[in-house]
């Protein structure tokens, strides 16, 4: 139980990595803020959470909304009395080569991957910093450290996640807060159906050509589970990780070994 008596707020946690990371946390002894924009969704990860034993706030919240993401540090704050750990996770993803991007596709991935992290960091960290500790840990993504032909805005945003999270990681070092993020590969979620659906159309195979096609890229021969993400995500929240800031961990099965 090394997180007993912490608070953790997931965003996202309605599915996916979100909800094993949320879950995750809770076995390892924190209370857990929900924060996710589909409520049943948020109900259902949160009632997890109390089957786990601990305590859950489930937090209807817009990522993109600097108001909601107030509302959900005042809630938390309001419920549990404390913040010291945020995990960054919402996210989206949409497929286009470069000639098809248009400025709504654009906007649409950098609000929620790139700008929405930075904002949800930035609500946080005066209670992180009235307490002189936190962690935060952000869901960047292999696509963050390697070119796309046909994810640009995507693979953009994600390298702004790891560069937000090595400056954040310098500007709060000595308020006693960690930041890190982890870098996925080939995760099978939702949102793995969407990336292989809209892929197969553009290169033109099915999804399950594409997916069999993907998983024989990874080194270590299996597609990605949402937990080998979630338990690394609770290993950066946790002690165990207490000399660890700035760093962005390559979670791939072994696509990427460069640094």
Not at 3 to 22: D, K, N, P, S
Not at 63 to 78: F, G, I, N, P, W
Not at 165 to 188: M, Q, W, Y
Request: hydrophobic residues 50%; glycine residues 8%.
């Amino acid at each position: 139980m090394e997180l007993q008596e912490q608070v953790a707020i997931v965003t996202g946690a309605g599915r996916g990595i979100g909800r094993a990371t949320a879950l995750e946390l809770a076995r390892m002894g924190a209370d857990v803020v929900v924060a996710e924009l589909e409520g049943a969704n948020a109900e259902l990860t949160a009632d997890q959470v109390r089957a786990v034993g601990r305590r859950a706030l489930a937090v209807v919240t817009d990522v993109t909304s600097r108001k909601d993401l107030a509302a959900m540090v005042e809630q938390a704050l309001a419920a549990f009395g404390r913040i010291d750990i945020l995990v960054n996770n919402a996210g989206i993803y949409r497929a286009a080569v470069p000639l098809e991007i248009t400025e709504e596709h654009w906007d649409a991935i950098m609000n929620i991957n790139a700008k929405a992290v930075f904002f949800a960091t930035q609500a946080v960290l005066p209670a992180m910093i009235a307490r002189k500790r936190g962690a935060i840990v952000s869901l960047a993504s292999m696509a963050g450290k390697v070119g796309s032909a046909n994810n640009l805005p995507y693979n953009a945003s994600k390298a702004a996640v790891i560069s937000m999270t090595k400056s954040l990681a310098l500007a709060h070092a000595a308020d006693g807060i960690r930041v890190n993020c982890v870098c996925p590969g080939f995760v099978e979620t939702d949102m793995w159906t969407a990336v292989s659906r809209e892929l197969s159309a553009i290169t033109g195979r099915s999804p399950e050509q594409f997916t069999a096609q993907r998983r024989a890229q990874v080194p270590l021969g299996r597609m990605e589970r949402v937990e080998d993400v979630a338990n690394v995500i609770a290993f950066l929240a946790s002690p165990r990780a207490d000399y660890m800031t700035g760093q962005a961990i390559s979670i791939d099965g072994g696509l990427v070994m460069h640094g």
